[in-house]
């Protein structure tokens, strides 16, 4: 279960329909709670511990990481395929680092040979 402690500059903070939050005081929340109110617990002023963190929610069902995805996994999902980024890597950065891996972009000499192939290939078509 989460533990969340406030540690703003008031002495204490009401946050939802629960008694003011006293700074400095650790409260375990349920994992349910924390999800429902993670986007307004800024780090700044807030430790959070024991958190399993957003879930992940593949929008789509395609099984390809897109925004209801949390990064933890993206970054797994691209290491499953051998993708490794540099350095610390964003949410948004791993999004587009796989955007890159399933669209790869092809240098000129790929594209020149396929469009001799496709010059190559005879008319298809009734030919008497």
């Known amino acids: 279960m989460p533990s969340l402690t406030y540690l703003g500059p008031s002495y204490s903070i009401k946050l939802d329909k629960a008694e003011h939050r006293l700074r400095g005081v650790t409260e375990v929340v349920s994992q349910e709670w924390m999800n429902k ?24 069902s395609d099984g390809i990481p897109d925004t209801g995805w949390n990064r933890k996994d993206i970054l797994g999902w691209l290491d499953s395929k051998g993708v490794i980024p540099s350095g610390y890597t964003a949410k948004g ?33 009734d030919e008497e």
Request: without cysteine; proline residues 7%.
């Open 37 to 60: 109110w993670r986007n307004r617990l800024d780090t700044k002023y807030w430790r959070i511990e024991g958190d399993e963190g957003t879930p992940t929610v593949d929008t789509d």
């Open 93 to 125: 950065r791993a999004l587009d680092l796989v955007a890159e891996y399933l669209n790869p972009v092809l240098d000129e000499e790929q594209v020149q040979v396929e469009e001799v192939l496709e010059e190559e290939q005879p008319p298809q078509g």
